[in-house]
């Protein structure tokens, strides 16, 4: 898995729009990188609305939110529609990116780990194995307190 400390290795994937989202396009400003098991699921889904609350305080802040599943882009944009979410879901069908960060489950979906990248894209700290609302609140803590 990647550590703290590590810089987060860049990709290219399809948000849930079906359009190429590259990681290093956020660089300037904090990311929260954050891998759920499977969209529209009761975690994901208290997960993904914790960060959409919250995302106008992020984006004071400048931070952006990205949050990527297994899932393909018709469930991402369902799962997008369905809640308001109003930042990118990445569709890693192929399995690519939770590879890459050492999150793939042996049953094929990602775990939830949450990576906090600085302006450069160096990994602040990261959540690993806590209940949905740890990474959200964890997050909060990091990015929008002082």
Same mark, same amino acid.
């Given at each position: 898995?990647?550590?703290?400390?590590?810089?987060?290795?860049?990709?290219?994937?399809?948000?849930?729009?079906?359009?190429?989202?590259?990681? &290093?396009?956020?660089?300037?400003?904090?990311?929260?990188?954050?891998?759920?098991?499977?969209?529209?699921?009761?975690?994901?889904?208290?997960?993904?609305?914790?960060?959409?609350?919250?995302?106008?305080?992020?984006?004071?802040?400048?931070? &952006?939110?990205?949050?990527? &599943?297994?899932?393909?882009?018709?469930?991402?944009?369902?799962?997008?529609?369905?809640?308001?979410?109003?930042?990118?879901?990445?569709?890693?069908?192929?399995?690519?990116?939770?590879?890459?960060?050492?999150?793939?489950?042996?049953?094929?979906?990602?775990?939830?780990?949450?990576?906090?990248?600085?302006?450069?894209?160096?990994?602040?700290?990261?959540?690993?194995?806590?209940?949905?609302?740890?990474?959200?609140?964890?997050?909060?803590?990091?990015?929008?307190? &002082?």
């Amino acid at each position: 898995m990647v550590e703290v400390g590590q810089v987060a290795p860049d990709f290219v994937a399809p948000d849930q729009d079906a359009q190429p989202f590259q990681l &290093s396009s956020l660089r300037g400003h904090p990311v929260v990188l954050y891998f759920y098991p499977a969209a529209d699921t009761p975690g994901c889904t208290i997960e993904a609305k914790g960060f959409q609350n919250y995302l106008g305080e992020f984006a004071a802040q400048h931070v &952006s939110v990205v949050g990527v &599943s297994t899932d393909d882009c018709p469930a991402q944009k369902a799962f997008a529609n369905k809640y308001g979410l109003r930042f990118p879901l990445i569709a890693d069908a192929k399995k690519e990116v939770a590879t890459k960060y050492g999150v793939l489950k042996p049953g094929g979906t990602a775990r939830r780990v949450t990576f906090m990248l600085d302006a450069a894209g160096k990994v602040l700290e990261i959540v690993d194995g806590a209940p949905a609302d740890t990474h959200v609140a964890k997050a909060r803590e990091r990015f929008l307190t &002082s």
